[in-house]
C-alpha cells in the first residue's frame, strides 16, 4: 500500500516571502501521478499543480513550483512571493496509473501555512 | 469550467431524521465521489461511482446510502445518523474514463453536517 507522509504539520511565511512544503511517499510503482491541494478556511479543496511520475520536468503553475525527485520519493511544493490568499491547509496526494487501482487518491495529513502581512 | 456544486452548504439534523446531500457536475466527467472529512484532517474516501454504477464502498455504514441518478448527479442520503457522523463531506468528480491515466479529481465546497 501506498503511503504519503507530509512532516510539517504547521508552516508559516511572510507576505512576498518563498515557503517550501514537504511531502514524501512510499510506492512499490514506477508509474503515478502526485498532487497538491490546497484547501482554505471557505473549505473547497482545489488543485493546486499535478506531476506526472514519468516526466522529469518539475512542474509549475504561476507561482505555485515543485521539486519532484523520483529516487527519493519526494515531492516538495514552492509556493513564490506569498499572498495573503494562500493561507491554507496543503495536502499533498498520491495515485497510482495502475488501471486497477480505480485511481484512488491517498492523502498526506495536510500542512497548515499560514501567511503573515 | 472544473466546477462542482454541493447542496446544502450546512445542514444540521437530528440522529432519527432522513435527509440528502447532493452534488452536480456539468464537465461530462464519469466518476463520482463521496469523502467524509473531520476537522484538520485529509478527506477519506466513502463510495466511488464510475458510469454510474457503484464501484467502491469502503466499507460505509449503512446510514450512509449513495445514489447516482444520472451522469452529472450524485446523492447522499442520511438516515439515522450517529453524532460522529458531524463532518464535512465533500464529493469529486473526475474524468473516469476507461485507462485515463491522466484521470484528476475536482473537488465540491463540501457539506458540513452537524449531527445532535
Known amino acids: 500500500a501506498q503511503t504519503v507522509t507530509q512532516s510539517q504539520p504547521e508552516m508559516s511565511v511572510q507576505e512576498a516571502e518563498t515557503v517550501t512544503l514537504s511531502c514524501t511517499y512510499d510506492t512499490?510503482?514506477?508509474?503515478?501521478y502526485l498532487f497538491w491541494y490546497k484547501q482554505p478556511p471557505s473549505r473547497q479543496m482545489i488543485l493546486v499543480i499535478r506531476q506526472e511520475a514519468y516526466k522529469q520536468q518539475n512542474a509549475t503553475e504561476n507561482r505555485f513550483s515543485v521539486n519532484f525527485q523520483k529516487a527519493a520519493k519526494?515531492?516538495?511544493?514552492?509556493?513564490?512571493?506569498?499572498?495573503?490568499?494562500?493561507?491554507?491547509?496543503?495536502?499533498?496526494a498520491y495515485r497510482s496509473a495502475f488501471r486497477g487501482s480505480n485511481y484512488k487518491l491517498t492523502f498526506g495529513k495536510g500542512t497548515l501555512l499560514t501567511v503573515n502581512p | 469550467d472544473t466546477e462542482v456544486t454541493q447542496t446544502p452548504k450546512h445542514l444540521v439534523m437530528g440522529m432519527t431524521n432522513k435527509k440528502s446531500l447532493k452534488c452536480e457536475q456539468h464537465m461530462g466527467h464519469r466518476a463520482m465521489y463521496w469523502y467524509k472529512q473531520k476537522a484538520k484532517k485529509p478527506p477519506e474516501l466513502m463510495f466511488v461511482y464510475s458510469y454510474e454504477k457503484l464501484s467502491i464502498n469502503e466499507s460505509v455504514p449503512s446510514r450512509f446510502s449513495p445514489e447516482c441518478p444520472n451522469s452529472s448527479l450524485l446523492n447522499l442520503h442520511l438516515h439515522a445518523l450517529q453524532p460522529e457522523d458531524s463532518a464535512l463531506y465533500l464529493c469529486a468528480s473526475s474524468q473516469g474514463a476507461q485507462g485515463d491515466r491522466t484521470d484528476t479529481q475536482y473537488f465540491g465546497p463540501g457539506t458540513r453536517l452537524t449531527v445532535l
Open chain 1, 74 to 92: 519526494s515531492f516538495s511544493l514552492k509556493i513564490s512571493d506569498s499572498q495573503l490568499g494562500d493561507a491554507a491547509m496543503y495536502f499533498c
Open chain 1, 28 to 32: 512499490s510503482e514506477s508509474d503515478y
